[in-house]
């Protein structure tokens, strides 16, 4: 059952981008029920809530492993950082390939030019960096090194949270509770840290 669990979630993971892709194919075939009036722009919303998601899924492994004490979990971080890298270059895609149409100035000058995006370009390039050396023959060359680079982590999560605050014109609340999460997951992580009676009365160990 075990051995299950990995390929499961995989395809569980996949299953947004699947769905989309399935909404594209059927606006190709000329049924644009699911894309509303402006395709690139739901596109681009769309794929922004799963990066958000993903990426907080991928900070929440950590604080679930202890709470559940489920140390498989452990064996499932690697690939839900990635999707979350995935999730955030499929939003990335979007943006250069339909709001942009691949035309590279304008994305040089959306970027010196809107705080947002230069956000959530520095939160990709930070997940870009950190998947690259995701792997176990970067772990092992980079030794002590690897653990602070992928701290790196709660900087690109810090960084997205912003994007979308920047975003946010009226309704705050998805805003606020993407900075609750996010304080949470953060949050337990100092604790965890930092305080060895939270540690022992609060949180399961190995
Ligand atoms: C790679 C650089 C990025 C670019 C160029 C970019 C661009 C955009 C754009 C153009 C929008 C639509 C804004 C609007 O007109 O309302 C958007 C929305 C959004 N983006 Fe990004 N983004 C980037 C990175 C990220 C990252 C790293 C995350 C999170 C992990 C993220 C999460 C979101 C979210 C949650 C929304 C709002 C969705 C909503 O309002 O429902 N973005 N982004």
Same mark, same amino acid.
């Given at each position: 059952m075990q051995k299950l669990i990995k390929p499961l979630v995989f395809v569980a993971l996949l299953g947004p981008a699947a769905w989309w892709a399935f909404i594209i194919w059927r606006a190709y075939l000329g049924d644009v029920a699911y894309l509303g009036p402006d395709p690139p722009k739901t596109l681009a919303l769309v794929s922004g809530e799963w990066s958000i998601r993903f990426l907080m899924l991928a900070l929440a492994v950590t604080p679930l492993r202890y709470l559940f004490n489920y140390a498989y979990l452990w064996r499932l971080r690697r690939m839900v950082g990635l999707y979350a890298f995935f999730y955030v270059s499929l939003h990335f895609i979007v943006f250069v +390939?339909? +709001?942009?149409? +691949?035309?590279f100035s304008a994305l040089a000058k959306e970027l010196s030019e809107r705080p947002y995006i230069t956000l959530g370009f520095m939160s990709w390039i930070l997940l870009l960096l950190l998947t690259m050396t995701s792997f176990n023959r970067a772990q092992r060359a980079l030794g002590r090194n690897w653990k602070r680079l992928h701290r790196g982590a709660y900087i690109a999560a810090i960084l997205a949270v912003m994007h979308l605050i920047w975003i946010v014109r009226s309704d705050f609340g998805e805003a606020l509770l993407y900075v609750v999460i996010l304080a949470v997951l953060l949050g337990y992580r100092v604790l965890h840290k930092y305080s060895p009676k939270a540690r022992q009365f609060a949180f399961r160990k190995l």
């Open positions: +390939l339909l +709001l942009l149409e +691949l035309d």
